[in-house]
């Protein structure tokens, strides 16, 4: 006697999209989404993977943990603080519940006194000025290469940029700085050498042709030994004596120093010095949005935003809200973390070995994101297996570790404390 085929007894695609689970989860993922999951759902049960008695809870479940975006949280168990694989700066909660916020319509160039257009980011532009009262004004575009090309083709475009041989750095993924400003249709004029360049140096190349002076900040190497560069107060004499003006890069967006990161530029200092714009990342120290800030002088800022490529490289309205709560809100988490009490890390690392098992061992963070680049951050990290590593980058909640030395190092500094539960029952799973 004949037997019934099984998948003859799986639930039908109509019941399935009828359920309350799939009909809670459209507004979420949307219907097409969702007849995916339906249709994957029952293709498992047709290769034999779930019985058809389970689709409907199976199919349940998928709905649950379905995310809107393929990008996963991930708790940054590196040590790195900026870490570029990651996203670099997390954002504050203050910083969230602006993206939150900004993301239905809001007044980005609107006065509602009177109804009419106003400027886009004027608030952000004043929350960047009141932290940085060195400068006359601000601008922000949408990220940090962005405001070093808008200013070098404001500046100098079809001109020339005098800049140290020993400035001309290569950053992430391979982008290089000289071929970022030979897009803009600038030229550059090296000056010195690899480890020395001085003052006459500049003097020298200075013509005709000349449109700014560029210091970048190296960020993510050092030189050491038989070295001389040139500071911004003598850029900015020699500068001025020519009615040139000087542009320095900062790179990772300090807006004041920092006593942890003594050899890290800041917008204070270099425009204190003479600097007349400085260009940073948003998403860097300053523990912000992805953006490009611009702060200097009134003239040359305002000659940038009324230049045809700013509308090309402006911020939208989330990094906006999320750089302005940066600025006003509390803490930044990338502050917390680069000034973390190495005493409280070793607790919250004995607190997870003792659940997990593992060895506490002394373990130094890193700034990242090209910031202070040798600088250590003494704390303690907790040693695991190896083989652990990849298994805790594919749980969930998934977690970074650093493999190091033939181990997996758990390092707490950038992990909420909120999180350290998630954490601890992830490094359990993992484990096995």
Known sequence: MPTTDPRSRIPRTDTLLASAEAIAAIPRLGPDA??????????????????????????ADALARQ????????????????????????????????????????????????????????AARAALLAQ??????ALVVNNGAAALVLATTTLAQGR????????LIEIGA??????????????????????????????????????????????????????SSVAVPELHELAARHDLPLLVDLGSGLLEPDPLLPDEPDATSALSAGADVTTASGDKLLGGPQAGIILGRNEIVGRMAKH?????????????????????????????????DPARL???????????????????????????????????AVSLPEN???????????????????RCLVDLRCVPEADDQRLTAAVRAALG
């Open 346 to 380: 070793r607790e919250r690392a004995e607190k997870l070995a003792a659940e997990v098992g593992g060895e506490v061992v002394a373990h130094d963070g890193r700034v990242g994101g090209g910031g202070g680049a040798g600088v250590p951050l003494p704390g303690w």
């Open 34 to 59: 969702v007849r995916r999951l339906v249709g994957a759902t029952q293709d498992r049960a047709r290769r034999g993977e779930i019985a058809p008695e389970q689709v409907s809870e199976t199919l």
């Open 308 to 340: 045809p490529l700013a509308r090309a490289v402006r911020a939208d309205k989330l990094a906006l809200a999320a750089l302005e709560a940066t600025l006003t809100g509390p803490v930044a988490p990338t502050t917390e973390a680069l000034h973390a």
């Open 388 to 406: 652990a590593a990849a298994a805790m980058r594919l749980g969930d909640p998934a977690v970074m570790p650093r493999v190091h030395d033939g």
């Open 132 to 137: 940085c009262p060195a400068a006359e004004d």
């Open 174 to 227: 391979g982008f290089r700085l000289p071929d970022l400003i030979a897009s803009t249709g600038a030229r550059l004029r090296e000056v010195g050498t690899t480890n020395r360049t001085h003052p006459q140096d500049y003097a020298d190349a200075i013509g005709p042709d000349t449109g700014c002076i560029l210091k970048v900040h190296p960020s993510n190497f050092r030189v050491e030994g038989f070295t």
């Open 160 to 167: 020339e940029i005098i800049v140290s041989r020993g400035e």
């Open 67 to 122: 995310r809107t975006t393929r990008l996963r949280p991930v708790l940054n168990a590196t040590g790195v603080v900026i870490h570029t694989n990651l996203g670099r700066a997390p954002l504050s909660s203050a910083a969230i519940d602006a993206v939150r916020e900004a993301a239905e319509y809001v007044d980005v160039e609107l006065d509602l006194a009177t109804g009419k257009r106003s400027k886009r980011g004027a």
